[in-house]
């Protein structure tokens, strides 16, 4: 079992910056790929980033491409997201998942699962 702990999220204003972190307890968690989802009410789960087991390799969703940054810290079991040129449509649940060795952009591939932190961006 691995359970997840996001914090971070908050009021910004549009064009400001966040800095969400995700705490991971339980097993080993280098050997797990990070990603982050997002969801507003009414809507699918949408992928935003990922990063290997290593974190040799990152993915983003192509909205979020030169805004957002994933990064993770092996050793201190965190991983993190920096959103900048924040936008009223990232407006949303931020949501930390991790997924065994392999890294996936679907939400059905991830087992665990963090309860989320709230992102919200006024115009």
């Known amino acids: 079992q691995v359970q997840l702990v996001e914090s971070g999220g908050g009021l910004v204003q549009a064009g400001g910056s966040l800095r969400l972190s995700c705490a991971a307890s339980?097993?080993?968690?280098?050997?797990?790929?990070m990603a982050w989802f997002r969801q507003d009410a009414g809507k699918e789960r949408q992928f935003i980033a990922v990063?290997?087991?290593?974190?040799?390799?990152?993915y983003y969703a192509n909205s979020v491409k030169g805004r957002f940054t994933i990064s993770r810290d092996n050793a201190k079991n965190t991983v993190t997201l920096q959103m900048n040129s924040l936008k009223p449509e990232d407006t949303a649940l931020y949501y930390c998942?991790?997924?065994?060795?392999?890294?996936?952009?679907?939400?059905?591939?991830?087992?665990?699962w963090g309860q989320g932190t709230q992102v919200t961006v006024s115009s």
């Open positions: 998942a991790a997924r065994l060795w392999t890294s996936s952009l679907q939400h059905v591939d991830y087992e665990y």
């Open positions: 339980g097993r080993t968690f280098s050997g797990y790929a």
């Open positions: 990063i290997t087991w290593s974190g040799g390799t990152s």
